[in-house]
């Protein structure tokens, strides 16, 4: 059973910054495959950033490139910094997991990953 907790979200204002983690309870984390995904109200989930097994590869969005760093430095932990914000980035921001996806070439499908977090919100105000 893979358990995500996502936190650090919270309101900031546009051009600022803000950090969200995942903490992943499982023995075998450096077996997964991590994903940032994030859903405004009345759209789909969309894929914001992916990290790879080792922690050297990663994957974004276009809107976010140059914006966002996704992270796994330390074990059972993943990071996605959030710097220069927009109000379009306002969103629940949800972290997932998945033992099957491969490092190369990774997914950015969110049916693709098994494991889930409850969500953070994150609001940017203009």
């Known amino acids: 059973q893979v358990q995500l907790v996502e936190s650090g979200g919270g309101l900031v204002q546009a051009g600022g910054s803000l950090r969200v983690s995942c903490e992943v309870s499982?023995?075998?984390?450096?077996?997964?495959?991590m994903g940032w995904f994030r859903q405004a109200p009345g759209k789909e989930r969309e894929f914001v950033a992916a990290i790879d097994r080792s922690g050297a590869t990663t994957y974004y969005e276009d809107s976010v490139k140059g914006r966002f760093t996704i992270s796994r430095p330390y074990m059972n932990t993943v990071y996605l910094q959030m710097n220069r914000l927009k109000p379009e980035d306002t969103a629940v921001y949800y972290c997932?997991?998945?033992?099957?996806?491969?490092?190369?070439?990774?997914?950015?499908?969110?049916?693709?990953?098994?494991?889930w977090g409850q969500g953070t919100q994150v609001t940017v105000s203009s």
């Open positions: 499982v023995r075998t984390f450096s077996r997964y495959f």
């Open positions: 997932a997991a998945d033992y099957s996806i491969q490092d190369l070439p990774g997914s950015k499908d969110y049916t693709d990953y098994a494991n």
